[in-house]
C-alpha cells in the first residue's frame, strides 16, 4: 500500500461559512435545472418520450373538441378555438405545478438524494425550482404542438399578425411565477405526505381545471365558484394569453351571467385590467407559496420527514 | 428453546413438498397479507381523502360544466359523472398496478417477493384489492354527489346485467393492470411514461365523456382492447336505458362477453408475461436495483 | 433430484455467470465448485465484486446460472425454484427495503403470510420473533422510523419468519456499527444452536466475522474460488512457522540469547508500548520465530536458566487476510483503494482477537539464526 501524504490542516477560515448571494442562488439554480433535464431527457427511448410529451396534451385537447362536436357539431367554430387555447395552456400548467412536487418525490423516494439536496448549502427552494424548470419546458412544447395541431388540422384560426407580442410576453412572464408558485405549495404538500402522492399534483390542476375558465366560459359556473375563480391568477393568465394571441376571441371571464360582467358592468375585461389582476394575484399566490413552503419545511425538519421513505 | 425458532418436523425435501391445499392457502394469504399496506396505510395517510375523492370529483364537474356551456342534453352530463367514476379505476390500475413492480424493485422489495414460495400473481391481486378500496370509494363518491348535485337520472332496465358488465370491467381492467406490471418492470424507466401515456390518451380512446361510437373505427378498435373503453360503453347503454338512441357500438349483451374475454386474456397473459418476466430477470440479473 | 437424506444443503458444479454489459461482459462466476453439508455454517470471505452476491442470488433462485448446475437439497436453482422457496429465506445488508408506512409487527406479518403461515400463526411467530431479536420496543414503531440496526434485526426476523432449512445471510452487518454488528451474529449463532441442523450460508468482507461464525469458509475472487476450508486450515496454509510473542520480566543477553536455543529460527525484541503512565517499564516483549510449536517447550524451558520469568505468551497466527494476500497477492484494502472505494471499518473482535506482526511495534533487534 503506497503511503498517503499528510496535509497539514490550515486554519479555521470563518469566511467559508458565508455564502456569497446571489451568485450562489445562480449557480445552485443552473445546476439543479441541468440536474433536471438530464433526468427528463435520459431516455432510452427517445421515440416513447416524444410521443407521451405530445399524446398526452394533445388527446386532452380532442376529449374537449369532440365533446363540441357530439353536442354543437362543426358550426361552433368560436367555442371550438376556446376549447383548444384553453387545452393547450392547461398543459402547461399541469406540468409546471407537477414539475416541483414530483421532484420532490423522486428525489425522496426513488433516488433517496433528498437529505444531501437539503444539507447542502445551496437554498432548499432554489435547487427545487431548478428541477422544475425541465419539465415546465417540456410542458411548453407540449402546449405548442397542441396548438399547432389545432392550426393545422382542427381549425384553429392563427393571426401572427394580429398578436399583442408585448401583452403575451408580460402575460407569460408573470403567469409562468403564479405556475411556479403553485407548484411550490404541491411540492410543500408533497413534503409531507407518502409516495402515493404521485397523483395529488394532476388532482390539484384538476380541480382548477373547474375554476379557471380553461374550457368553458365562468359565466356557466355558479357565483360562488366564479368569485374563486376570478381571485386565481390562472384565470387572468389564460385571459391574457387568449387576448394577446387571439384578439378579439371569446373571453371566459366576462359575457352574460358572469360576475365580472354584473360587477363591472362591462362584457370583458381590457388587457389593463387583465395585467393589474394577474400582477396582484401572482403576487398574492407567490406570498403564500413562500409561506407555506417555508412551514411545510420545518414540520418536515421536526418530524424528520426529509430523509424517510414511504411505500405501501 | 429459543423463540427463534421451532424444532423441525421432517426433512427439507418433504417441507418443500406441498400439497395442492396448502400452495392455495399460502396463494390465498399473500393475498390478505399484500393487501394490507394498501389497506391500512389509508388510514394512517388520509390526505387521500382530499387529493383522491374531492379534488377528482371536482376535476369531473369541470367536463359537466363544458356541456352546460353547450347546453348538451342531461345525458351527456350522466356520461360525464359515470366517466368519472371509472377513471378511478383505471387509475388504480395504472398507477397502483401496472406501475407498481417498477416502484417494489426500486424499493428493493420485488427480490423477495420473487424470493418468496407465493405465486406473484397472488401479490399481485392482493395489491389489487388493496387499491379497490380507494379507487371504489372514489367512484361512489362520484357518482352519488355527481348524481344528486348535477341532477343526473339514471333509468336502469337490467340491473343484473349492469352489475355484471361493472364486475366484468373490473376484472379486465385489473387483468390489465396485472399484464402491464411485468412489462413495465422489463421496460424500466419508461414505465413512468408509459404510465403518463395510458390517461389522456386512453381517455379520448375510451370516450370518458362522450359515446365511444362517435369515433368511429377508432371507437371500434378501443371497444375491442381496452376495457375501459367497452365496459363504459356498455353501463352507459344500460344505465340510460332508452335515452342514447343508436351508439354505433355493440349491445350491452355482445359487450359483456367481450369483456369475459378481455378477462380471461389479460389474466391470461399475465401470468405469461409474470413467467416470462422472472426468467428474463433471472437470466439477466434485472431483479433488483442493488445486487448486479 | 439425489437421494433425499444424502443431498448436500448446497451442490454447486462449475457455475459460471456472465453479465452483458458495455463495453465488455462482465464475468461474476467463472466456474465455481462448492458443497456445502447440511447444518454447516459455511462463509464466502472476498473482496467487493468477487463474485460472492452472484453466487447467492443463484442459490436463492433470483439469478440463472450461465452454465454449470447448482442446487439446495437437491432441489435444482433452475427447475426446482418453488421449492427451494420453500425451505429457504434471505437477509441482505445495507438494503432499505420494507414499507415505511407499516409498523414493524405488521410488516413481518405480511412476509408471514407469503410463507404460507396461519393468519393467527403468523401473528403469534411475530411476537415472538421480536420478542426474541430485541425489537420489543419498537414492535408498533413505523418502518420509516427504524434505525440501521433495529432495520436489520428486523429484517433477520423475517428471514427467520418460515423457519428455514438454510438461511442466505448476504453481508448482514453491512453499515450496521459494532454493538448492532455483533448482535446480529449473537442472533445467529443463538438460531443455529436453537435448531441443530440448519445450514447457513453467509457473505461478508469481514474477516473477523468469516472467523467468528464460519465453521468452513471459501475465499473468493474475480468469480473463482481460491481456497475452501475451515479457519484454522486456512490459516495454517500459509503459516509456515511458528511465531510466538513472549512477554517476559527479564532477558539477560537479549534477543541473541534466545535465537541460540534449539528450535529457535529467529528471535526479535520489540519496544513495548503497554507500560502505564508514569511506571517504569519492566518487560521485555520478544517474538520469537520457531521451527514449530513443539520448539516451545524447550525455550521455556531454557528461559529458566536465563533467570527470565514469563508475563505473558500469545500465539501469533496469521489472519484471514493474510491467507487472501498469500492466494492473491494483494489485500483487501489495496483492492478497496484500487476501486476508489474505502475499507469499511473491522468490528471489535478483529482487534482483539488477531495479530498481525507486521502491525506491532518496531523492532528494537532482530536476530535470524
Sequence with gaps: MTARATAIPAAFDPGRAEGRGSADTARGFVTAALLGWRMEANWTDPLLFFIYSVAKPVASALILVFMLEVIAGPGARDLRSFVIVGSALWAFVMSGMAGLAWSVLDDRERYRMLKYVYVSPSDFLVLLVGRGVARIAIGAMGALIVLAVGVVFLGLRFDPGAVDWAMLGLVLLVGLAAIVALGVILAAVCMQTRQESWSYPEAVAGALFLLVGAVFPLAVLPLPAQAAGLALPLTWWLEGVRMALFPGGRSAIGGEGSLWTAWTGSAAPDGGAIVGTLLATSLMITLVAAAAFRVSERRAKDRGLIDRTTGS | MSALARPAAGTPQADAAWDRRRVFLANLRSVGGRAYPRVHGLFREPSWVLFEILLPFLTTSAFVFVYRALQAPPQYVGFVVLGGAMTAFWLNVIWMMAAQLYWEKDQGNLELYFASPVDMMSVLFGMAVGGLIMSSTRAAVVLAVGAVVYGVTFTVDQWGLLLLVFFLTLAALYGLGMMLSSLFVLWGREAWHLTQLLQEPVYFVSGLNFPVGRLGFLGALAVAIIPLAVGLDAMRQLAFAGALGPTGTPPPEIEALILVAMAVAFTWMARVMLRILERLAREKGRLSARWR | MSEPHLAPAIDVRGVQRVYQAKPKDVVALAGVDLRVEPGELFGLLGPNGAGKTTLIKILTTLLLPTAGTASVFGFDVAADAKRIRRIMNMVAGGEQSGYGILTVREQLWMFSQFYGLGRREGWRRVDELIEAVGLAEQRVQRVSELSTGQRQKMNLARGLLNDPWILFL????????????????????????????????LTTHYMAEADELCDRLAIVDRGRILAEGTPVEL???????????????????????????????????????????????????????????????????????????IVALQKSEPSLEDVFVELVGRGFDDEAVHHGERPGPPPATLAEMTHDTEEAEPLGSEVTR
Design chain 3, 170 to 201: 448476504d453481508e448482514p452487518t453491512l453499515g450496521l456499527d459494532v454493538s448492532a454488528a455483533r448482535t446480529v451474529r449473537e442472533l445467529v449463532v443463538e438460531w443455529r444452536a436453537a435448531v441443530p441442523g440448519r445450514t447457513v450460508l
Design chain 3, 235 to 309: 490459516k495454517r496454509r500459509v503459516q509456515r512457522e511458528s511465531v510466538f510473542r513472549l512477554e517476559l520480566d527479564r532477558l539477560a543477553g537479549g534477543a541473541a540469547a534466545l535465537a541460540a536455543l534449539p528450535g529457535v529460527v529467529r528471535a526479535a525484541t520489540m519496544s513495548d508500548g503497554a507500560g502505564e503512565v508514569g511506571r517504569e517499564r519492566q518487560s521485555v516483549v520478544v517474538n520469537l520465530v520457531l521451527d514449530d510449536d513443539a520448539a516451545l517447550g524447550g525455550v521455556v524451558g531454557a528461559l529458566g536458566g536465563l533467570g527470565a520469568r
